[in-house]
């Protein structure tokens, strides 16, 4: 059994941006906009500014009260998107009830949306021409690249139906020729599916919800799930047990998360040479 | 086991529009571009225009050269996007080699695109918001519809990954609340899949290519295949043999290629009630 190290090829991916950064005569520019102080959001936008400040990129968090209404969100993204220093835009998720969410993330250009959530950019994912791609699912293939796992022909069975992860997942999988299954809450009989997958992506966030009587021998598991019970963090899979069954397994944290920063790191960049170059 | 008799729904269909048509003061107006004159292009247009005319819709058929440059193409679409009186745009495919279909298709205003296939409307579609879907799809899921047969919950396979029927479909069952599996000419044992499914939609173009080996007893059947040879139509489902083992059948023709006429009819009305009311 291999553990598939997002930690690490994250690190390689960082790297070879802050290299080809360190070329650039202008640098990158990133915009988070987070609404409220959500702690979890907090930790998140933390994470970005930080990956940020390691590539050279220069980072931006507006940070808006609870209050903020959706006219002046929307003010401000108008004001960004014509904005030519600044390349990608992003708003912490989740906002509160009061805002539209799908209103505010579409307001965002598509060469600017570096999370990929627009419908403009989710369309040309469906379609196999889309540039900016949602940074979970993209890390999630990158990660099997990285490792020299054959996507094409396999089986992948996908648990979690999000707009984040769920969704472009499947997309994204099915234009790499990959077999492609989709469970949720709804699925009867889940383990007669998940039996089947030769890669299995777990995205539902319920702790330790995947164990060994689940998965096919020899599979490779892909664990999304990041669940914080007692301070500590679990996956949506039973690690310990998995993990002897399994081809390769990622960590959690370790795996999928770090994988998630590099994708966004390498969308900041992406959409630079689409806005500038 | 019983006949989904697409035909039947569509006209169905097609006559309550032409009551709500009747009302209307200005009539809505379809517009269909062809480039050149491909005999199976030809009947399709056909079809359109015979729906149109019956249900009360203006009616224009744009019939350009093959020889035709997409900058002139794109012109045309231009002037119809902005045209008042004009509610759905729909150019025929396949077009030839020298145009690329994606811009084109690409250039039709959303609130005018009756068949669904912009980037915007499909990623609409993921994101389970579009007004405007893809009519082979939504013909399907109406066709069940129409005879009361539960979507959610149930485990659909899609045979084929085309941008106009598995691709959407995919994403308009999930929407549904089904357990989806797409396959494709890279699965491997496909009868695996096949089998597991309580609706089975293929959409291949390969003349009987599912057996009843292939399919689940009492299981749902939907071919979209449509393959002439020697001027007789066959489907992509060996109807004689796996219509004794379904439950449900839609036949070759009069199953899913009615429905489509009529989800096109649907989604000009639809565009009209966007652009005018």
């Not at 291999?2 to 640098?27: H, P, Y």
């Not at 220069?58 to 014509?82: A, G, Q, R, T, Y």
């Not at 999304?224 to 963090?233: A, E, H, P, S």
């Amino acid at each position: 059994m291999i553990i598939l190290d997002g930690k690490s090829i994250k690190n390689q991916i960082l790297d070879n941006i802050r290299l080809e950064v360190i070329k650039l005569k202008d640098k990158p520019k990133l915009v988070v906009i987070q609404v409220g102080d959500d702690p979890a959001s907090c930790v998140y936008v933390n994470q970005k500014k930080k990956m940020a400040e390691y590539v050279g990129y220069n980072f931006e968090h507006i940070n808006l009260p609870e209050s903020v209404s959706e006219d002046e969100v929307i003010k401000i993204i108008d004001k960004l998107n014509e904005e030519n220093g600044v390349d990608g835009i992003l708003v912490q998720m989740p906002l509160p009830n009061h805002l539209n969410s799908k209103i505010i993330q579409n307001r965002i250009i598509p060469s600017k949306d570096v999370d990929g959530l627009t419908d403009i950019n989710t369309g040309k994912l469906v379609h196999n021409c889309a540039s900016l791609i949602s940074c979970t699912p993209k890390g999630i293939v990158d990660l099997l690249d990285a490792y020299k796992i054959e996507i094409r022909g396999k089986h992948a069975v996908i648990v979690g139906r999000s707009d984040l992860v769920g969704k472009p997942l499947v997309n994204l999988l099915l234009n790499r020729d990959a077999t492609v299954s989709i469970c949720h809450s709804k699925t009867k009989d889940l383990s007669t599916i998940t039996k089947l997958a030769d890669i299995l992506i777990i995205a539902i966030g319920k702790k330790e919800f995947i164990d060994e009587s689940m998965i096919k021998d020899k599979s490779i598991v892909i664990d999304v799930g990041i669940n914080r019970v007692d301070n500590k963090l679990y996956g949506d899979v039973k690690f310990d047990t998995v993990s002897k069954k399994a081809s390769y397994i990622t960590p959690v944290p370790g795996g999928v998360g770090p994988m998630t920063i590099a994708e966004l790191a390498k969308n900041v960049l992406c959409a630079y040479k689409i806005n500038r170059q």
